[in-house]
């Protein structure tokens, strides 16, 4: 699975972003989509994932101001992101996994920089 991000860029504390993450292959044949984020110095960490049910969650920090969604017709999934905080400063990444046979594989995207700053 390749999968291509984009959407991040710098926005001022408050404001909103929309990453989008488009996957090469049909998004219903993944068994969870999602978006982590890294900064520097800092673990990778979950931010929010979709399955091919429908079904999200999110870590904490980011409920009530971040929504993940989907278009299955563009095999891609979206990470709308609003009220937007300097520690939300990061790279984001697209991850997909994939079950085989009980064997979870993940894929990830390239990233894409986030800036919350004034």
């Known amino acids: 699975v390749q999968l291509q991000a984009s959407g991040g860029g710098l926005v001022q504390p408050g404001g909103s972003l929309r990453l989008s993450c488009e996957a090469s292959?049909?998004?219903?044949?993944?068994?969870?989509l999602g978006w982590y984020r890294q900064a520097p110095g800092n673990q990778r960490e979950l931010v929010a994932a979709?399955?091919?049910?429908?079904?999200?969650n999110y870590a904490d920090s980011m409920k009530g101001r971040f929504t993940i969604s989907r278009d299955t017709a563009k095999n891609t999934v979206y990470l709308q992101m609003n009220s937007l905080k300097p520690e939300d400063t990061a790279v984001y990444f697209c991850?997909?996994?994939?079950?085989?046979?009980?064997?979870?594989?993940?894929?990830w995207g390239q990233g894409t920089q986030v800036t919350v700053s004034s």
């Open positions: 979709i399955t091919k049910s429908g079904s999200t």
């Open positions: 991850n997909a996994k994939l079950v085989v046979l009980g064997i979870t594989k993940n894929y």
């Open positions: 292959k049909n998004i219903f044949s993944i068994n969870a």
